[in-house]
């Protein structure tokens, strides 16, 4: 069964930091494509970073580019997102998800992801 986590939300003043954390576990899960993926009040739910099972291909949003950085380490079975220059437009309930075809591609859509976790809230605050 995989299982992912996600944690390091909270609240920042704009142009602050975060780093948000997704542990995961379950068969086969290193060779998982994983996705970050967030949601603000009101919207739809729009693709932020993602990264292929190795962590050597990654793709940003536009509006995410030179701010966010996606990085994994398949020996602590986490990915991260790094996340600077913090705006309030950031603010959302951020989601990891986990496609288990990682190992063939990289996906920016979310209907290819398999699995996702509970996600975390981050607050921008002016």
């Known amino acids: 069964q995989v299982q992912l986590a996600e944690s390091g939300g909270g609240t920042v003043q704009a142009g602050g930091s975060l780093t948000l954390s997704c542990a995961y576990s379950g068969d086969n899960i290193n060779r998982f494509a994983f996705g970050w993926f967030r949601r603000a009040p009101g919207k739809e739910r729009e693709f932020v970073a993602a990264?292929?099972?190795?962590?050597?291909?990654?793709f940003y949003a536009n509006f995410v580019k030179g701010r966010f950085t996606i990085s994994r380490d398949n020996t602590k079975n986490i990915v991260n997102l790094q996340m600077n220059s913090l705006k309030p437009e950031d603010t959302a309930g951020y989601y990891c998800?986990?496609?288990?075809?990682?190992?063939?591609?990289?996906?920016?859509?979310?209907?290819?992801?398999?699995?996702w976790g509970p996600g975390t809230q981050v607050t921008v605050s002016l």
């Open positions: 998800a986990g496609d288990s075809q990682g190992w063939v591609q990289v996906s920016q859509a979310d209907f290819e992801y398999d699995y």
């Open positions: 990264s292929n099972w190795s962590g050597k291909t990654v």
